[in-house]
């Protein structure tokens, strides 16, 4: 009798059964998105593995997927994706480390892109990548509870660095000056916020134009109004826009109903009226109390 074959155990990755609605983007370099990939444990395989990585799943609609190198120079890696997070439905979300020469303590969301003629920080010039604003939102009034039971701020910031990428995207970063000295605390709080991801279809959408580069107008506005905001375009970039930036900030923010100011004085600078109305901050009305710092 001829010996039997010898067994050969293949993995198989689950095939995607639930219509993905997140992907959590953990880059191997940044330290946020390690401690962040700790504290998630092994996860089930949900899909075909993307560069040898597989994708996870987190909850039955937020993955993960693990990327080798800086996060801000992984341009277009989305088109390796399998086609469910190729819809432009599928958010990308980074966790990430915040880094500022001031070493200022913070949490932050940011939507990305370079408006400007340069790219040191990945990306390509001129280029913005899509956004999920009310997510965006969500997410700023998450982390605002969470800074709050941690004696942080948590902020916008205004639309900044790689990678490029063709499907919406954000950064949700801790920034603590040295990222040896993160709290254990701060990687906890983001981590489990992650895994709750709702939205507020309530919020109405828009551009924001000016401001600093922490966007503390359009902070303000997100966590007392019923506003969400995709790209934010600082002042310091606005005299150099061109009309192919500005349609991007425009089509790269759906369901934007205008463009809102951070002063009065911003807006004569470029022809922001091309592409949609001024809007004013009373146009979306006051969130409720309890709903000013949502508690993790």
């Known amino acids: 009798m001829a010996p039997a074959p010898p067994l050969i155990h293949r993995v198989n990755p689950t095939p995607v059964t639930v219509a993905p609605q997140h992907l959590i983007v953990l880059s191997e370099e940044d330290p ?11 996860l089930p395989g949900v899909g075909e593995p993307v560069d040898g990585a597989p994708i996870r799943g987190l909850t039955e609609t937020t993955h993960v997927l693990r990327r080798p190198g800086r996060h801000i120079f992984d341009n277009d890696f989305d088109q390796k994706l399998p086609r469910p997070y190729r819809s432009g439905s599928v958010p990308a979300i980074f966790p990430s480390i915040h880094r500022s020469e001031s070493g ?14 340069e790219a040191a920080f990945g990306g390509r010039p001129r280029t913005l990548v ?25 902020t916008f910031e205004s639309t900044h660095h790689g990678p490029a990428l063709g499907i919406p995207a954000m950064f949700v970063e801790i920034g603590w000056g040295e990222p040896s000295a993160i709290p254990a605390e701060a990687i906890e709080a983001l981590a489990r916020l992650l895994r709750r991801l709702p939205e507020e279809a309530e919020d109405r959408i828009a551009v924001g134009i000016g401001g600093g580069h922490y966007a503390p107008h359009f902070t303000e506005l997100v966590l007392k109004r019923r506003w969400a905001f995709g790209h934010l375009l600082s002042r310091h970039t606005l005299s150099h826009l061109d009309p192919t930036v500005l349609e991007q900030a425009w089509s790269g923010t759906p369901g934007a109903s205008g463009w809102l100011l951070a002063r009065a004085a911003d807006w004569p600078t470029a022809p922001f009226g091309t592409f949609g109305r001024r ?5 979306a009305p ?6 000013m710092l949502p508690q993790g």
């Not at 946020?32 to 092994?42: D, I, L, S």
Request: charged share 25%.
């Open 104 to 117: 200022v303590r913070c949490l932050t969301v940011h939507p990305i892109g370079n408006p400007g003629h």
């Open 279 to 283: 809007l004013k901050d009373t146009e």
């Open 286 to 291: 006051d969130r409720a109390a309890g709903e």
């Open 32 to 42: 946020v998105a390690r401690a962040v990939g700790e504290r998630f444990g092994t």
């Open 130 to 154: 899509p956004t999920s604003p009310r997510l965006m939102a969500q997410l700023l009034r998450s982390l605002s509870g969470e800074a709050h039971a941690l004696g942080l701020r948590a």
